[in-house]
């Protein structure tokens, strides 16, 4: 296959990248993990090149970051700009417009008919953190609900809703009080007797024996979902499963927070992915491509349930710094702009089409699926009993970046590869990133069985 944007000239890491990544074994804990031995120069949408000149085509996006690309010209003019006018005020000092600005049309474009109200934060993590706290100071209840799968973040709070132990929570209790976990759909691994509609009824029917077993939902101040599970491996729920545990907070007073951070802004082909599923949540936060790589995330949420906390008891000293905002500005004009919404949905097909002939020529795929451009490629060791393949993902990642190619493991059984590439990558670049994973399974294939 003769390629024309991945050039991988040396051994992974080459001689540059090997220097540094000792001093990095030095330096840095390795609870700190990284997925490609070697160390960017520079990048630019879809493309990274590595300090030994390598140049790889980005199908991870820094984990579904960079939706907009690498250093889009019209982000990188937004941050000179807002460098020379200033840097940081802190927003709890003296406030800024952008951040009301950024505030204002995110409210616009998040799912939901009511007034809304906006907060920024830094991380992902601070931003689902903050979201409890809203929701329990409204609510004044305590407990939360998040689903097996879920995954949330790394501080305390979130690492305790966070319902998958290794990596994440192993030796790291004691966890949070009050955090509960409810049943999740796998439709690839539901019950073979069961369509997905009766097993979205038989967890349903799970999640409301919970509240008799585990919590009454008058304690509840909020469940917390991930509308596709992105660490899980793009697990995908059905609609009727989604709606039905909306119906139950509804019922019961209880708040529903949508985690968007992995699936917003265009990678599911629309804004956030919610509206895939005709539920207005009551809390979205928000991360990741909201800036494409500023450190900073939000709560967006409704009014009454934002206005119900005092002066003084949310906010930190970076939070929605200026630089993040105008960078999460120049994010919505790009994708406005460049209908990255429309080219979510058209790369999701082309991607899907062709894992669909990957499907047929490998019998290691047990299962692909995607909603957009969130697609992933599910393992396993025999497509009957769907026994997981932990061998065949870190395989296949590792023959893929050897020929330039840079895609991330998921999945509850790390059995899992998902792709995160920028929304902004061309066609030729997806064509041939999309060529390579296929070499890279054909050969992970023959080594894994070896
Ligand atoms: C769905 C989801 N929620 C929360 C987080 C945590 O975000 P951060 O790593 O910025 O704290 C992530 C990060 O991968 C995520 O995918």
Excluded: W
Excluded at 130 to 139: F, G
Excluded at 404 to 418: E, M
Aim: net charge negative.
């Amino acid at each position: 296959m003769s390629k024309k944007f991945a050039n991988v000239k040396t051994n992974l890491p080459g001689p540059k990248a090997k220097e540094i990544l000792d001093r990095r074994h030095n330096i840095v804990p390795g609870g700190v993990s990284y997925g490609v031995p070697t160390f960017v120069d520079t990048a630019k949408g879809a493309l990274l090149k590595d300090v030994d000149g390598n140049q790889f085509i980005d199908f991870a996006g820094a984990i579904g970051v960079n939706n907009v690309g690498h250093s889009h010209d019209n982000v990188v003019s937004a941050l000179q700009d807002q460098a020379e006018k200033y840097i940081h005020t802190g927003f709890n000092v003296m406030m800024y417009d952008p951040y009301i600005e950024f505030a204002e049309k995110l409210a616009e474009l998040a799912p939901g008919s009511f007034d809304k109200k906006v907060m920024f934060l830094n991380s992902g993590a601070e931003a689902n953190e903050n979201a409890i706290k809203v929701a329990r100071k409204y609510t004044e209840r305590q407990a939360v609900v998040s689903f097996t799968g879920g995954f949330h973040g790394r501080t305390l709070m979130t690492m305790s809703m966070t319902a998958k132990v290794k990596p994440y929570k192993f030796e790291y209790g004691p966890f949070a009080p009050e955090v509960y976990h409810a049943p999740f759909p796998y439709n690839y691994r539901r019950p073979e007797s069961m369509s997905e509609d009766a097993y979205a009824d038989y967890l349903l029917k799970q999640v409301e024996d919970f509240f008799i077993t585990e919590v009454d939902p008058s304690q509840v101040a909020a469940f917390i979902m991930e509308p596709v599970q992105g660490e899980s491996g793009f697990i995908i729920p059905n609609k009727k499963f989604v709606q039905g545990v909306y119906e139950l907070c509804k019922q019961h007073g209880i708040l529903f927070i949508a985690d968007e951070i992995q699936t917003g802004f265009g990678r599911t082909g629309k804004y956030f992915a919610m509206e895939h599923f005709g539920v207005e949540p009551d809390l979205v936060t928000v991360s990741k491509s909201m800036a494409a790589g500023l450190p900073i995330s939000g709560v967006i949420g409704r009014q009454e349930v934002m206005d119900g906390t005092g002066a003084g008891e949310l906010g930190g000293t970076y939070c929605g710094s200026p630089l993040g905002c105008r960078a999460g500005l120049a994010v919505l004009e790009v994708m406005e702009e460049e209908n990255l919404n429309g080219r979510g949905a058209a790369i999701g097909q082309k991607v899907m089409e062709k894992f669909s002939t990957m499907y047929d020529r490998f019998d290691a795929i047990g299962d692909y699926r995607g909603l957009g451009a969130m697609c992933a490629l599910e393992f396993v060791k025999d497509r009957s009993s769907k026994e997981p393949d932990k061998e065949m993902a870190p395989q296949v990642l590792k023959e893929a970046r050897e020929r330039g190619l840079i895609a991330l493991k998921a999945g509850v059984y790390d059995n899992v590869v998902r792709l995160l590439m920028p929304l902004v990558i061309t066609d030729e670049q997806l064509e041939e990133g999309l060529d390579i994973l296929e070499e890279a399974i054909e050969a992970a294939t023959a080594s894994v069985k070896v």
